[in-house]
């Protein structure tokens, strides 16, 4: 081993840094999503030169700091604080796993078991930081590999969370290898890092699925400047005339459904007959236009949903002497005999959308902070879809479309495609936008459904089951186009079973810390 090299493994700051670079240059727009295996095993060689879980959770977060702003340093472009917040938190949430894995490394001898554990370990977090206030599942190991789809066509039995699996059982045996000189672990790492792959293009050569019937599409992509009021149009009206315009100029005789995107309707869209001229003109005109081409027209606004007296939730705000009210981000379908249904988002993003653990805050009011009037959307549990030619689509808002349950959801409820609108706009031309097209392809691979996506500055698209790319717009453009993509109908294996895989984690989590728990004790006997 050269002197350069023996620095690296052997000095505890060019392995943070070099790992957390590694990992960053993994992810989109990156086409290197192989480096997290290297990245890895200088992660497993940081944890052996550390003498306590406090110096490597110290050691390792700096390495996940740069991971983490690598990778989303695009979230300051919308708010720069948020941004730096989630940043740091998120960072300091990954050192809990780690600290996991160190402990099986340093008390375990078998390689095998070393192995599944710390594997199991990273899943389990990944898994569980899906499911809380501050859920953040765009650093999942299994995203930087949206690109290269061939290799994890598997995750349609697993879910993507199989993916981060492949990798760390890789890349724990490949250290125990280097480390231990054993050739056997080595055989073993060398079998993980080629198996998956290798069932994965077995499945993408056997047939696709054959859909049930085709139905032509148009998405629109209306460029609306976010960063502007109304998109720098005078009032609501004339930034609807342009998507009508738009839209109008591209529809088709076989055209079935029409996609805007998310904030695509101003001001807003409410339960009720409301004093907004605006806002009555702007939905009238809506279904107006719906009405004469005859196919629904599906948009993203904010909805507001009135109560009257007796029947409002605890946390509701209030306006004056008008109705108690809550808003969401939602998306809408405007059908052609004039009524209209709304989704309301589920997945709000931490911070910028809504407070986290707002509700406890509201209940455990000790400083007297009106909670109900702070800048929050509510939040949607129902899994409503809209009808297009005689099957269901749900109408995913941005941040959905990267929880892979969520999405299932809609898929066991019928959804024969999965429709995407967004507004990657706040982002700027940054890698956000970038990954989170790249990440639908994952949504298409695990639940085998063509992926319709409209957003708003780009990237707009279609992506096949098999997770592949037929159309794709360019950023900061207007544009729109047609295509006729496929309905399906059978299920996956993970779409009929959910998070089995991750649940199977957890269970190995639960035996690797009660065994760990075992050998504390038994060492002090």
């Not at 998120?90 to 809990?96: D, K, L, Q, R």
């Not at 009257?308 to 946390?315: I, W």
């Not at 970038?434 to 707009?460: D, P, T």
Request: proline fraction near 6%; aromatic fraction near 18%.
């Amino acid at each position: 081993m050269n002197t350069h090299l023996r620095i690296l493994w052997n000095k505890k700051w060019p392995l943070v840094i070099c790992a957390g670079i590694l990992l960053g240059l993994s992810y989109p727009p990156f086409p290197f999503p192989f480096l997290q295996i290297p990245a890895l095993i200088l992660l497993f060689r940081l944890s052996d030169l550390t003498e306590t879980n406090r110096e490597a959770a110290y050691w390792s977060y700096f390495a996940f700091v740069i991971w983490n702003v690598i990778v989303t340093y695009w979230l300051m472009m919308a708010t720069f604080w948020g941004g730096v917040a989630a940043i740091l938190a998120n960072s300091a949430v990954m050192t809990i796993p780690f600290v996991l894995q160190r402990l099986v490394q340093k008390r375990l001898n078998v390689p095998a078991y070393i192995a599944i554990f710390q594997s199991a370990f990273w899943v389990s977090y990944e898994y569980l930081h899906h499911h809380w206030d501050l859920a953040w599942p765009w650093l999942a190991l299994g995203n930087a590999w949206s690109n290269v789809p061939l290799l994890v066509q598997y995750i349609s039995f697993t879910g993507y969370l199989g993916i981060s699996f492949w990798i760390l059982l890789t890349s724990s045996l490949a250290y125990q290898a280097i480390s231990k000189n054993g050739r056997g672990t080595a055989l073993a790492a060398i079998f993980a890092a080629f198996f998956f792959p290798a069932v994965s293009l077995v499945q993408y050569a056997a047939p696709d699925i054959q859909p049930s019937r085709k139905i032509d599409v148009l998405v629109v992509q209306p460029n609306i400047d976010s960063y502007q009021y109304l998109g720098g149009y005078d009032n609501p009206s004339q930034m609807l005339k342009m998507e009508l315009k738009l839209s109008d100029s591209l529809r088709t005789p076989q055209t079935r459904a029409i996609f805007w995107p998310e904030n695509a309707v101003e001001p807003y869209i409410s339960n009720t007959s409301t004093n907004n001229v605006y806002a009555e003109r702007v939905k009238k005109t809506i279904e107006d236009s719906a009405k004469s081409w005859g196919v629904p027209i599906i948009a993203g606004s904010t909805y507001y949903r009135f109560y009257k007296d007796g029947n409002a939730p605890t946390l509701v705000r209030h306006n004056g002497s008008a109705e108690p009210f809550l808003y969401y981000n939602a998306a809408f379908s405007f059908y052609p005999n004039g009524s209209f249904s709304v989704y309301k988002k589920h997945n709000l993003v931490p911070i910028v959308e809504r407070i986290p653990f707002v509700q406890f805050l509201a209940r455990h009011n000790y400083f007297g902070i009106k909670w109900a009037q702070q800048p929050w959307y509510a939040k949607g549990y129902d899994f409503d879809q809209f009808n297009v030619a005689s099957t269901k689509t749900p109408a995913l808002v941005c941040y959905d479309s990267v929880f892979p349950g969520w999405v299932r959801g809609f898929v066991t409820r019928g959804a024969g495609f999965i429709s995407i609108i967004t507004n990657d706009g706040w982002w700027g031309d940054t890698s956000g936008h970038k990954q989170h097209f790249a990440y639908a392809r994952l949504r298409a691979i695990e639940l085998r459904r063509w992926i319709v996506r409209s957003a708003n500055n780009g990237i707009s698209g279609i992506i096949d089951p098999n997770g592949m790319v037929k159309v794709k717009t360019k950023y900061w453009e207007r544009t729109g186009f047609n295509y006729k993509i496929g309905v399906i109908k059978p299920l996956t294996f993970y779409a009929k079973y959910g998070p089995w895989f991750s649940y199977l984690c957890i269970g190995f989590s639960v035996v690797g810390i009660i065994t760990l728990l075992f050998l504390r004790w038994f060492r002090r006997l």
